[in-house]
């Protein structure tokens, strides 16, 4: 089917700069949404900024100017440019798209997910 991997997690001081990638593979035909969302501990998953097939980017309040997300559809891949990191942003971070795959039968539509990496800011 469809297989979503992040990479670019990792600890970095406060004011610092990540750069998270994902990278979708398998049976796809074409990718509409991707996005990244993130859970803290003890707290719910939440969006922290999409981007459609066309570039049209959305932002959660608390990361507007200090995140930038972009794809390159000829790779299948979304990043995520995080600058001037809080502690606050301290969570596992995962990827989303979604994806019209071949499935054998014809053609499906579904989200899928990575498995997360986690970024930790320390202060």
């Known amino acids: 089917q469809v297989q979503l991997v992040e990479s670019g997690g990792g600890l970095v001081q406060t004011g610092g700069s990540l750069r998270l990638s994902c990278a979708a593979s398998g049976s796809i035909f074409s990718i509409n949404t991707m996005g990244w969302y993130r859970q803290a501990p003890g707290g719910q998953r939440e969006r922290v900024a999409t981007?459609?097939?066309?570039?049209?980017?959305n932002y959660a309040d608390p990361v507007k100017g200090r995140f930038t997300i972009s794809r390159d559809n000829a790779k299948n891949t979304v990043y995520l440019q995080m600058n001037s990191l809080k502690p606050e942003d301290t969570a596992v971070y995962y990827c989303n798209a979604d994806v019209t795959y071949s499935s054998g039968r014809g053609y499906k539509y579904e989200g899928f997910w990575g498995q997360g990496t986690q970024v930790t800011v320390s202060s």
């Open positions: 981007i459609t097939s066309s570039g049209g980017t």
